[in-house]
C-alpha cells in the first residue's frame, strides 16, 4: 500500500472509509465489554502503522502520533460529552 500512496492519502482514506464504520453505534459502546473495544482498537492500530510505515515492534502511542490520529477511546468520550452538552 506504501508504494502506491502517501502517508496524507493513507490518512485520508482511512478517515473516510474505515473510522465511520469503527465508530458506527458509538453511543451504545457504553456497555461494550473492554475486550470488544479493544478489539475496535487494534483495527485503528493497524490502520495506524500502515499510514507512516512504522514496524508492529512500535509502541501503540507513537503509532497514533505518527499516524496524527486519537484513540478511539478518546473520541467515544468526546463524543459523550458533546451529547450531554446538547442534552443540557
Known sequence: MR???DAGT???TYISLIRPILEYGIYVYCCA???NLQKLEQVQLSAARIIPGLFNTC???IV???ADLQ???LRRRASFEEIL???I
Do not use: G, K, V
Open 10 to 12: 493513507l490518512r485520508n
Open 59 to 61: 509502541p501503540n502511542d
Open 3 to 5: 508504494d502506491y500512496a
Open 64 to 66: 497514533l502520533y505518527e
Open 85 to 87: 452538552w446538547q442534552a
Open 71 to 73: 484513540p478511539l477511546s
Open 33 to 35: 465489554s473492554n475486550t
